[in-house]
């Protein structure tokens, strides 16, 4: 009995001495923003690898978690994870240099456009210049990686440089005018009247990550009423929000769709969200006095949808 008592004991301090480890702060490090910081995200130093993987306990079936990065006394979104890297392999394309197998950690935010906006307008000097393909600033801004607590870290800027036009950089990068730019550039001749669009029903839960687009026009759903409502928003995360309904359409719609137009383009948003009504109103029940289709088994027959356009 007092043997199992003791080896009890025994397990309970292992445990929670790897609790108090776990609890400690990861040490900070420095990262100097360049292309894939403003994209994707970034690599830790390896030299951070060992305690970043006890600390969040990365192994075969938990690779990623969710975090927050404190921006500006805000946080936002994030994503750490163990990526394993084997170079072994004689795919076609493939290097001969032989790289050592290795885990890489990174921190990842490609899917938070809120999070991507909100770092390019804190580096807007290192965001422009990578605006242009193999550009090589000679200075170069420095941020500090702080580990808060838990899964909670903060991004210290250590060295900006700062401008007259950065007010106006950050400007445009608010109305998604570098996007533009940069796809006039890479698209000659190929002009899109939309910048960007949902290719399917989005639900509710994820509009606050849609937030910063611009120029929009949207669909909301209820599917419970089977109700459709049409609406244009300057800034979509102003005018749709979970929980707020429209004139004509309850709060507790669920799902949407966005179709965000090109800044060339903008002029026509009150026109597009007219036309989008008076299509879909043609087609379904609606309050413009406009005959629809009435019938339940109707089937759109086109073969070829052509898609960023």
Known sequence: MLETL???KEVTAILLYQFQANMKNLNPFYVVPGNTFFYWGFTIPKNHNADFIDFFNFKDGSLTQEILIKINNKNYPAKIGRSHINNQGTGKGRSDIIYPERYLIRIMYKHSQETLKALRKLFIYSYATTLEKNSKPKLKETLEFIHVKDNQF?????????SDFDQMLRFMEDKNLFAFWK??????????????????WISVDKAKDYALRNNCIYLLYDSTKKEIYVGKANEFGKRVKKGQGRIGLSKDWDKFMYFELNPTYQVLLEQMETFSMRLIASILENNFNIKELKDDKIKLVNLQLKNNK
Not at 154 to 162: A, G, L, M, T, V
Not at 183 to 190: A, M, P
């Open 154 to 162: 903060r991004i210290k800027p250590i060295s900006r440089q700062e």
């Open 183 to 200: 796809q006039e550039k890479t698209e000659k001749n190929k002009e899109k009247i939309f910048l960007d669009f949902s290719k399917k």
């Open 6 to 8: 003791l080896k009890g």
